[in-house]
T-cell receptor, first 115, second 110 residues
Framework: AAGVIQSPRHLIKEKRETATLKCYPIPRHDTVYWYQQGPGQDPQFLISFYEKMQSDKGSIPDRFSAQQFSDYHSELNMSSLELGDSALYFC??????????????FGSGTRLTVV | DAKTTQPPSMDCAEGRAANLPCNHSTISGNEYVYWYRQIHSQGPQYIIHGLKNNETNEMASLIITEDRKSSTLILPHATLRDTAVYYCIVRPPYDNDMRFGAGTRLTVKP
């Protein structure tokens, strides 16, 4: 079965550089979510998109932005990178059943290292 | 404030049932109980969810108390591959910001 595809798997950037992470949801999933997981921490919700519109916003820094495109893929843009941005970044997708209850399917993540 | 409370760690013998508790005493009437797990550095994996009835799928069973203030995730025959951090999350329908709190680190031992 198709899964959530994230690219790249690994990324090394220098401080103050920019990075773009990509997420391709499962076909027919209309909602995408982004999470950040620092070393030894639990996943932290950043932002979500439903039908290409921002749906909910969590602890996403102002230096980060994201969008969902017409083909439902999403990109997380990160600027002025800091050492503390080094983390695993997960994307997840879900459908929207009539009862509003649904589990998320997560990708394998992008490991960002800022040096 | 955390909506759920889970023990930080648990051990289970391989082949035995693993029963993971979760307290959610402030759960609202329309909030579902979700369980996810994360095997080291992999993406979290959805396990099961329920509203008030007990639920079972190929991975696990979810038992929700009648007052809905607590639940238990049951892995009927734990294997070494079930070693992971298990997260219990409560969330209303159509809410697009699933928030992970501190889960339970389950270690399955031979």
């Amino acid at each position: 079965a198709a899964g959530v595809i994230q690219s790249p798997r690994h990324l090394i950037k220098e401080k103050r550089e920019t990075a773009t992470l990509k997420c391709y949801p499962i076909p027919r999933h209309d909602t995408v979510y982004w999470y950040q997981q620092g070393p030894g921490q639990d996943p932290q919700f950043l932002i979500s998109f439903y039908e290409k519109m921002q749906s909910d916003k969590g602890s996403i820094p102002d230096r980060f932005s994201a969008q969902q495109f017409s083909d439902y893929h999403s990109e997380l843009n990160m600027s002025s990178l800091e050492l503390g941005d080094s983390a695993l970044y997960f994307c997840a997708s879900s459908p929207t059943p009539l009862d509003g209850s649904y589990g998320y399917t997560f990708g394998s993540g992008t490991r960002l290292t800022v040096v | 404030d955390a909506k759920t409370t889970q023990p930080p760690s648990m051990d289970c013998a391989e082949g035995r049932a693993a029963n993971l508790p979760c307290n959610h005493s402030t759960i609202s009437g329309n909030e579902y109980v979700y369980w996810y797990r994360q095997i080291h550095s992999q993406g979290p994996q959805y396990i099961i969810h329920g509203l008030k009835n007990n639920e079972t799928n190929e991975m696990a069973s979810l038992i929700i108390t009648e007052d809905r203030k607590s639940s238990t995730l049951i892995l009927p025959h734990a294997t070494l591959r079930d070693t992971a951090v298990y997260y219990c999350i409560v969330r209303p329908p159509y809410d697009n910001d699933m928030r992970f709190g501190a889960g339970t680190r389950l270690t399955v031992k031979p």
